[in-house]
């Protein structure tokens, strides 16, 4: 998988996407050329895990919304 790639995948913009890489969020290679290639499997674990993060981080603010309406 390439930057662009990634960054469809992720919904963030091609920047953000490299500022992930280079802050060591998701490992990476480069190609004969220098271009970023990042593992398509490392990249789906990525995926899954920011999936759960923002199921769970919609679930704390739904709680706190809920506790404030009391």
Do not use: C, W
């Not at 469809?8 to 190609?31: I, M």
């Amino acid at each position: 998988m390439n930057v662009p790639e990634l960054a469809r995948r992720l919904n963030v913009s091609r920047s953000y996407a490299v500022k992930l890489l280079e802050r060591g969020d998701l490992p990476f290679t480069r190609d004969a050329d220098g271009h970023r290639i990042i593992d398509d499997v490392l990249a789906e674990a990525y995926l899954a895990a920011a999936k759960e993060r923002q199921a769970k981080a919609l679930a704390e603010y739904m709680d706190v919304s809920q506790e404030q309406k009391r």
